[in-house]
């Protein structure tokens, strides 16, 4: 059977050695990158039950009872907050652009802060120092703001979460899988080049590609997170994620196989 060995053989031994170190220097990088995604899914996953139980306390919240008096650090019941709006300027920072609305003091916490609203959100067109705004708070969120029939969101909600998160989790997990597989390669590679062994050469991993590990179960965790909450946003988000993880990393594989055996020769 012939074989196509330049790769190896056709260079002197201390080349072979210098090759091989190189192999094993890929490989290395690939277990400390494997390492670093793994501690980061194993970290956001750590975060996620506490997130779980925001989310459902926040769904469950229904409007505080008349008299009610809570404070923002326990209140799970929904308050709303009047202020009169001092100022309205609009902000650049970096490119994005939104509209800091300033209320006339005194307002106590979270109202104390600007709210940060979009320029092209449905309060753009009729806010203005002197209004009277609505603020819902939840906790220490603001939630939403209102004026005029019209309301739109401020704070971040803690039903929009847990979907981005759990997405990260799994392009971590994805990363890290990859980069063992990556370390694994490239020790295998550096033991056949050592030896005058024909090896196959390792996969080309892109940006494209790595782009699609890190962006498609990230996507995927908030497309997820719009239609299930909970514990079912992980488990679907999961699930998927393994099984497209599984295609797309045999898809690369064989796309980027540079030798294939045909009659029984090695080309």
């Not at 209320?103 to 753009?124: C, I, K, M, Q, Y």
């Not at 050592?194 to 965790?221: C, E, H, M």
Request: net charge positive.
């Amino acid at each position: 059977m012939a074989t196509n060995t330049t790769e190896n053989t056709g260079f002197p031994e201390t080349n072979r050695r210098r090759i091989a170190r190189g192999h094993r220097g890929w490989g290395l990088l690939c277990v400390l990158l494997g390492l670093l995604a793994l501690g980061g899914a194993v970290g956001l996953g750590a975060m996620l039950p506490e997130r779980i139980d925001a989310e459902r306390a926040y769904l469950d919240a229904v409007p505080c009872a008349a008299g009610e008096r809570a404070t923002a650090a326990d209140a799970d019941c929904l308050r709303t907050v009047r202020g009169t709006v001092e100022s309205v300027e609009k902000v650049t920072s970096g490119k994005a652009r939104f509209l800091r609305v300033s209320l006339r003091p005194p307002v106590a916490a979270p109202l104390d802060r600007p709210l940060e609203l979009s320029t092209r959100g449905e309060l753009s067109e009729v806010l203005g120092p002197g209004d009277e705004v609505t603020v819902t708070l939840w906790r220490d969120l603001r939630v939403s703001a209102h004026h005029a029939g019209r309301s739109e969101d401020v704070d971040a909600r803690p039903d929009s979460e847990v979907g981005p998160l759990v997405g990260l989790a799994a392009a971590c997990a994805w990363l890290a899988a990859v980069a063992f597989t990556g370390a694994y390669g490239g020790e295998r590679r550096a033991r056949g080049i050592a030896s005058g062994r024909p090896v196959q050469a390792k996969v080309g991993f892109g940006f494209a590609k790595l782009g699609g590990i890190l962006g498609v179960p990230f996507l995927l965790g908030i497309v997820v997170g719009k239609i299930w909450d909970g514990w079912t946003t992980v488990l679907v988000t999961a699930g998927v994620t393994a099984l497209i993880a599984v295609q797309a990393t045999v898809f690369a594989l064989r796309v980027d196989r540079p030798q294939t055996r045909r009659r029984g020769r090695v080309t």
